[in-house]
């Protein structure tokens, strides 16, 4: 089974301590030790929540001011989406038309890591005979001409608390791994202690909340509420009341 991750490479770089040293880290390690903490989280969150995490389009990456809600697209095109539900990965993407151009047969390049430091375009395709382009199962339908390197882009995000735990253990395996001194070293234990704690002891014991929002399958009643970061703190209160799990001796 292939891990879920938890966060990408520019959460790692924008809430991960030592920004300079980790864009030193070549991509490739950084998302493999992103993959990495996010395997170490997963256990305690699997006695909570059927994994995969619900995986969600990050509000802070629309852009509310434009008609199609996207960022970019300033030199002409627009472009025209349904925001169906995204797909189990989370990625920050922006897509390019290299050469501008408008109907299909247009081509486009995509970055799947955008705003990482080392991130670039790459292989793409052409815009199909509805002008569209799909990415993770997003359709997006393009119309009028796009000029040369024209972009837009979006984000996918899963729970805050768990990204932010994600981000503090693989930061400190990256800096660890490169050998750092003592204060910077320090840092980045209790940052990763702090973000954690709560998934390593309260989740896993069901005393810790993580969005019932989040969950893969929120029609399943897997013992009880989750969330962190509620968005509507104690909503779930007037749901209908989940059994209460057998006592259990640790």
Known sequence: MIQQCFATPRDLEEAGL??????????????RNLVR????????LRKRNQLPLRVDFDPADLDTGSTNGLQGMTGGG??????????????????????????????YQVNYFNGAY??????????????????????????????ANDSFGYATVTDSG????????AAWICLHNT??????E??????????????????????????????ATPGVPELGPL??????????LGGPRLPRPPHRIA
């Open 18 to 31: 030592g920004r300079a040293r980790l864009q030193a880290i070549p991509l490739a390690q950084r998302r």
């Open 37 to 44: 903490a996010s395997g170490w989280l997963a256990p305690a």
């Open 78 to 107: 627009s472009v025209a989406w349904s925001l169906a539900e995204a797909a189990t990965t989370v990625q920050s993407v922006a897509i390019q038309f290299p050469s501008g151009g408008s109907g299909p047969g247009t081509p």
């Open 118 to 147: 080392g991130s670039a375009f790459g292989v793409g395709g052409t815009l199909d005979s509805a002008s569209s382009l799909t990415i993770d199962g997003q359709t997006f339908t393009v119309s009028g001409t796009v000029a």
């Open 162 to 169: 768990v990204t932010m735990a994600t981000v503090a253990m």
């Open 179 to 184: 050998g750092v001194d003592a204060k910077t």
């Open 186 to 215: 320090q840092d980045l234990q209790k940052l990763m202690d702090v973000c954690i704690k709560p998934f390593k002891e309260d989740v896993a014991k069901g005393e810790g909340d993580l969005e019932i929002d989040e969950d």
């Open 227 to 236: 969330g962190s970061g509620q968005r509507e703190p104690w909503s779930w």
